[in-house]
Structure formats: structure tokens, C-alpha cells
């Protein structure tokens, strides 16, 4: 499955802004991930939800602030981020697990990786 993101661009602290991720394929089958990398920065985990039951886990610096959704009949997957902050600054990438142990945030996990939005939070 090929995945793009798309939705990134600038917002000023406190924003909001939601993300696209569309996939060629089917994500049913699927867990769903949006992982962030920083300039100079290692990339981390962000949220991730099942595939079919609803489940979704975050990190704890997003937690609250920022909604993962799926359609699957679209094959798309969204994130919705609000209370922006600056640190919120990055390169964002959705990507795809048929891992059990997906909810794990393990990036290892993740099978499929599609190429990523920036997203810049200005103070």
C-alpha cells in the first residue's frame, strides 16, 4: 500500500490544523500510525488506532491534543491537532502495521511509510 500525507503547512501557537493521509490501497487491514520527526531529531511516535475496533493510543505529549481518525471506505486515515505548539514542529508521516503489537508505537512495526507534511508552529 502507497500512502501520502498531505495537510501541513503554518499555523501560529494555539492553531489547529488537520492532517491527510490517503492510501493507494485498502487500510482495512491495517493499523494506522502518524509518526513526527523534528529537525535534528530522532522520529517519535504520535498516535496510532486499530484497524477495525476503534482502539487508539497517543503520546504523552500530544495526548488531548491531537484526534487520530480512519475512514476505511475512503482509505484514509486523519489527524487532527489543536493547542498547537511550537515544538509541534516537524515533518509528520502516516504509515501502516500488521503488527499485533502495533499500539506499541514501535516504528519497527510499521510496514509502510508514505512521504511526510511539514508542520510549523510559529511562537
Known amino acids: 500500500v502507497q500512502l501520502q500525507a498531505s495537510g501541513g503547512g503554518l499555523v501560529q501557537a494555539g492553531g489547529s490544523l488537520r492532517l491527510s493521509c490517503t492510501a493507494s490501497g485498502r487500510i482495512s487491514n491495517y493499523h494506522m500510525g502518524w509518526f513526527r520527526q523534528a529537525p535534528g531529531k530522532e522520529r517519535e511516535f504520535v498516535a496510532t488506532m486499530h484497524r477495525s475496533d476503534g482502539s487508539r493510543y497517543y503520546s504523552d505529549s500530544v495526548k488531548g491534543r491531537f484526534t487520530i481518525s480512519r475512514t476505511n471506505i475512503k482509505n484514509t486515515v486523519y489527524l487532527e491537532m489543536s493547542s498547537l505548539k511550537p515544538e509541534d514542529t516537524a515533518v509528520y508521516s502516516c504509515?501502516?502495521?500488521?503488527?499485533?503489537?502495533?499500539?506499541?508505537?514501535?516504528?519497527?512495526?510499521?510496514?509502510?511509510w508514505g512521504q511526510g507534511t511539514l508542520v510549523t508552529v510559529s511562537s
Open positions: 504509515a501502516a502495521s500488521s503488527s499485533v503489537a502495533y499500539a506499541t508505537g514501535s516504528d519497527s512495526l510499521y510496514n509502510y
